[in-house]
Nanobody
Framework: QVHLVESGGGLVQPGGSLRLSCTASLSIFSLYAMAWYRQAPGKERELVARIKFDGNTNYGDSVKDRFSISRDGAKKSVYLQMNSLKPEDTAVYYC?????????WGQGTQVTVSS
């Protein structure tokens, strides 16, 4: 079992920045991958960014060059730095972990981009 706790969401103006944090209940290096997904009202959940155990990353097309995923093993945490935010980035952001062929999700944190 992996417990994930997100933080850092909120309201930000277009063009602004936010950093989301996700803390896991076990060493993140024991996880095959950690990722951020998001889901906007009326839309399917989509991948935002993923970091694998070996450090390789990949991003959704809509956030490339604006968002960055990173990790801190000592803090058992993964971060999502979001820059140049747009209204269409508004969604609930979920932390995800893939461990022993199982998917684990955090409770989600709301990000709202609006003037």
């Amino acid at each position: 079992q992996v417990h994930l706790v997100e933080s850092g969401g909120g309201l930000v103006q277009p063009g602004g920045s936010l950093r989301l944090s996700c803390t896991a209940s076990l060493s993140i290096f024991s996880l095959y991958a950690m990722a951020w997904y998001r889901q906007a009202p009326g839309k399917e959940r989509e991948l935002v960014a993923r970091i694998k155990f070996d450090g390789n990353t990949n991003y959704g097309d809509s956030v490339k060059d604006r968002f960055s995923i990173s990790r801190d093993g000592a803090k058992k945490s993964v971060y999502l730095q979001m820059n140049s935010l747009k209204p269409e980035d508004t969604a609930v952001y979920y932390c995800h972990a893939y461990y022993l062929d199982n998917n684990f999700w955090g409770q989600g944190t709301q990000v709202t981009v609006s003037s």
